[in-house]
């Protein structure tokens, strides 16, 4: 087995946020910043993403918050940096702010059947940090089912056209999460989203941080907590068969009565228009077809025009809400 065991902590509202974090070296710390704005369910809360900084940076540890461009040119990373208040809070508390997108790149080399393929990464961390934690928020995710903590790391690849890379999804998305050093979780549970995400969907108000010592471990029991089968789940199954993932949730230490209080039954309702594009997911040629190629571009172009909206690019006010204008909004 890949992964390291410890027990999952989960802090119910009003309870002392002390979760067991790296202590004395170079951690990097991913949000997940799926929307340029803070939103319920959606994005990491920055109250919570404080919390973890504070608590690192009282254990002695050099923190960096990092953070990619948003998926398919939807947002500059600087922007969603700005507008959750990340550089206002690492100037305040002695962390510093990353745009990976502007940072040196690696490329890693993932196997998958038939062959490789090379992925665009950040070099800060594979070879300038020591520890890493994960800061999802918990989510069905119309393409990918769930967005856990696994998921939350395909936002380090500093390429806003990685949906080139989604036809190996499963593969590049269990590769980077085993290069992570001393990989951990905290998931920011304040809102669980359901009924459609990762970026649509209803907000479910839990109040809770869960922290864990392992990547694959948070996953397996977010899965349990939500409802979820991990093996109904492309990229979980393929971390399972990997050992990433523990197989059977009793091999994950957990207090199981809190659990049984706490869990319930996540629900994904696709759109028409999200179960179409599922069906081209995992089909690198489908996707350069539909989103990179002239006819994609122009097909784009049309779409928006019909439905009044001009697409990633712009947003609108809306009163005191920034409303990005899309209808892609699986593709981070």
Not at 153 to 163: A, E, K
Not at 207 to 212: E, K, S, V
Not at 255 to 265: H, T
Request: net charge positive; proline share 7%; with cysteine.
């Amino acid at each position: 087995m890949e992964y390291r065991s410890g027990v999952i902590q989960v802090f119910e509202a009003g309870q002392p946020f002390a979760p067991d974090l790296p202590r004395g070296c170079r951690v990097a710390v991913k949000p997940n910043l799926t929307f340029p704005t803070p939103r319920p369910g959606v994005t990491t809360t920055p109250a919570v993403l404080r919390a973890v900084v504070e608590r690192l940076i009282e254990r002695s540890n050099q923190v960096f918050v990092v953070e990619s461009d948003g998926g398919y040119g939807a947002w500059e990373c600087e922007r969603a940096l700005r507008g959750h208040g990340i550089y206002e809070m690492c100037a305040a508390l002695g962390a510093t702010a990353v745009n990976l997108s502007a940072a040196p790149r690696a490329s890693l080399s993932v196997a998958r059947p038939g062959g490789h393929v090379a992925v665009p990464f950040p070099r800060m961390l594979l070879d300038s940090i020591d520890a890493f934690v994960s800061l999802p928020v918990p989510k069905v995710h119309c393409m990918t089912g769930v967005s856990l903590a696994m998921k939350n790391q395909w936002g380090l690849i500093p390429d806003p056209m990685r949906l080139e890379h989604h036809h190996a999804f499963n593969e590049i998305v269990l590769e980077i999460n085993r290069r992570l050093p001393a990989a951990t979780a905290v998931v920011d549970g304040t809102y669980f989203l359901d009924e459609n995400g990762p970026m649509e969907g209803r907000p479910l108000h839990k109040d809770l941080t869960i922290a864990a010592g392992s990547i694959g471990e948070c996953d397996r029991y977010l899965c349990a907590l939500m409802g979820v089968d991990p093996m109904d789940v492309p990229h979980l199954r393929h971390a399972i068969a990997a050992g990433f993932v523990p197989a059977r949730l009793d091999e994950v230490r957990f207090d199981a009565a809190q659990l049984q209080r706490l869990s319930y039954r996540a629900v994904l309702n696709r759109t028409p228009r999200q179960r179409l594009v599922r069906t081209f997911f995992h089909s690198r040629r489908l996707t350069r077809l539909m989103y990179t190629s002239a006819f994609g571009r122009g097909l784009h172009r049309v779409y928006y025009r019909i439905v009044g909206k001009e697409g990633w690019q712009r947003t609108d006010k809306t009163g005191d809400e920034d409303r990005l204008t899309t209808h892609d909004n699986g593709l981070n």
